[in-house]
């Protein structure tokens, strides 16, 4: 007889950040490593590592090309910055395995993959870094492109991995046309999350969220937020949700919510027209007081 197929739980509360103790600091809620950038794109590194900051991280600290490290380091005051090698064309280089995963000892979250760019030796540094680190990794844009093909070296014996793919990047992982992932949303990222053990973030109209157990449909969020950057915001949000001691499962569905809602209240401001992903930034901090005070 053929196996039951798994049940699978609907979740619809959301978690909350625990209160903040009196004698905190900023070792508390978690240093968070921001792997991104390239030449010519440095403002997804800033917007990334600037989003971490806004959703509650301790500590950041962004790590790009040495290229383009004035430019990001100029991007915001509050986060620190490392130099990595770099490729002929402005991309990390692979030999900066080494020290990230020196920098990997003293963070407790890495967020990869906002404007990286694709190249063989970025891909094979994102996907040894990935197998290789048991930190919590956040993984979004080239840091899923260079799986293309290669999936399954996203099974990571356990190591918690949280993957936020638009339906275009997820194509590319399970190897279907975007119509078709379009279609089955949450069938495939189900099973994708399932066979893989991670959690993924399906990004688009009612954000899937799952763990291949559990499915959290996000109803946060609007039209106006599909423009450039965004997906950048989201992935900080997540990993400074990770450091804060979260679940990644928890994460993922708390931060996508907060990153709707802080969508929602710039398109009141500004309209969907005119939104852009620094306005997620400025609506941050209230889209996340309202889910502390549980409004």
Do not use: W
């Amino acid at each position: 007889m053929p196996l039951a197929a798994p049940t699978i739980q609907i979740v619809n509360a959301l978690p909350k950040l625990l209160p903040r103790a009196a004698d905190s600091n900023k070792g508390s809620f978690g240093r968070v490593l921001v792997v991104a950038g390239s030449r010519g794109m440095s403002g997804a590194a800033i917007l990334c590592a600037s989003a971490v900051l806004r959703a509650g991280a301790g500590l950041v600290k962004v790590a790009v090309p040495s290229e383009i490290l004035p430019i990001v380091a100029a991007g915001n005051p509050c986060y620190t910055t490392l130099g990595l090698p770099q490729d002929a064309d402005g991309r990390i280089a692979e030999t900066a395995l080494a020290p990230l995963m020196k920098q990997m000892e003293t963070h407790d979250v890495l967020a990869i993959g906002p404007g990286l760019d694709r190249g063989p030796g970025l891909t094979a540094l994102v996907t040894e870094l990935t197998t290789r680190c048991p930190k919590p990794m956040v993984l979004d844009a080239d840091g899923l492109n260079a799986f293309a093909g290669q999936a399954d070296k996203l099974r990571c014996g356990g190591f918690p991995r949280i993957l936020t793919p638009h339906p275009g990047e997820f194509a590319r992982l399970v190897q279907l046309n975007t119509q078709t992932v379009q279609t089955r949303r949450q069938e495939l990222a189900v099973t994708f999350a399932r066979d893989h053990e991670c959690v993924v973030a399906l990004k688009g109209h009612a954000t899937i969220v799952t763990d291949g157990r559990r499915v959290f449909e996000n109803q946060t969020g609007n039209p106006g937020m599909a423009t450039g950057g965004t997906g950048d915001v989201l992935t900080g949000v997540i990993a400074a949700l990770v450091g804060q001691a979260l679940s990644i499962f928890d994460a993922a569905q708390l931060g996508v919510h907060v990153h709707g809602a802080a969508g929602d209240l710039a398109r009141d401001q500004v309209g969907e027209i005119s939104l852009i992903a620094t306005d997620l930034l400025d609506f941050l901090p209230a889209a996340i007081r309202r889910c502390v005070e549980g409004k």
